[in-house]
């Protein structure tokens, strides 16, 4: 069986400060990894996903992650936050072979403080 | 493409209704996802689809809720009766290789 693990349901950061967003996973197969990020009354949209290449993964917005497997971590980190980055983050685990679900983790409410 | 299509966008109806809610996937895509977003739960896979055939309906929370893919570019999730509990955010996404793309969502409220 996957999860993930989102630890802390809400972060607060100033604007230019360095935004970390913890997701752990546990999955008894490889990982497929995930970021998601969540603006108020949208959908869903992918900010990043590590699919076995390179550990350090780079996304949109200045967004990137890594992929640890010694820690099962895959953090969410950007050097600088903007207000724009206020919103809700998503870190998700999906198998490499067999079933593509997504299991997503609870969730983690950024907010950009001026 | 348009992307992940759903409808409607908001639908308030009253307990006991029968509600159904619409999805158009994006083409060429294979798999589709149903989930619910509530405040308590998060993110909950309700169930999926590959190749239109369902795969995994073990988050369907009850037998109040059915869904059906009667071909490559439509899905339904219906709900009946309506309940009050049922009210969330419902998503539809779909995927190719490993990566989802989600729709907009329906904010669902049952009075």
């Known amino acids: 069986a996957q999860s993930v693990t989102q630890l802390g349901s809400h972060v607060s950061v100033s604007e230019g400060a360095l935004v970390l967003l913890r997701c752990n996973y546990s999955?008894?197969?490889?990982?497929?990894l995930f970021w998601y990020v969540q603006y108020p009354n949208q959908g869903l949209q992918l900010l990043l996903k590590?699919?076995?290449?390179?550990?350090l993964v780079k996304g949109i917005n200045g967004f990137e992650a890594e992929f640890k497997k010694s820690e099962t971590s895959f953090h969410l980190t950007k050097p600088s936050a903007h207000m724009s980055d206020a919103a809700e983050y998503f870190c998700?685990?999906?198998?490499?072979?067999?079933?593509?679900?997504?299991?997503f983790g609870q969730g983690t409410r950024l907010t950009i403080n001026p | 493409d348009a992307g992940v299509i759903q409808s409607p966008r908001h639908e308030v109806t009253e307990m006991g209704q029968e509600v159904t809610l619409r999805c158009k996937p994006i083409?060429?895509?294979?798999?589709l996802f149903w989930y619910r977003q509530t405040m308590m739960r998060g993110l909950e896979l309700l169930i999926y689809?590959?190749?239109?055939?369902?795969?995994?309906d073990s988050g369907m929370p009850e037998d109040r809720f059915s869904a059906k893919m009667p071909n490559a570019s439509f899905s339904t999730l219906k709900i009946q009766p309506s309940e009050p509990r049922d009210s969330a955010v419902y998503f539809c996404?779909?995927?190719?290789?490993?990566?989802?793309?989600f729709g907009q969502g329906t904010r669902l409220t049952v009075v």
């Open positions: 996404a779909s995927s190719s290789v490993r990566e989802a793309f």
């Open positions: 999955s008894s197969v490889p990982p497929y």
């Open positions: 590590y699919t076995s290449a390179a550990t």
């Open positions: 998700a685990v999906s198998r490499i072979q067999g079933a593509q679900k997504l299991v």
């Open positions: 083409s060429g895509h294979n798999s």
């Open positions: 689809f590959n190749n239109n055939v369902p795969i995994d």
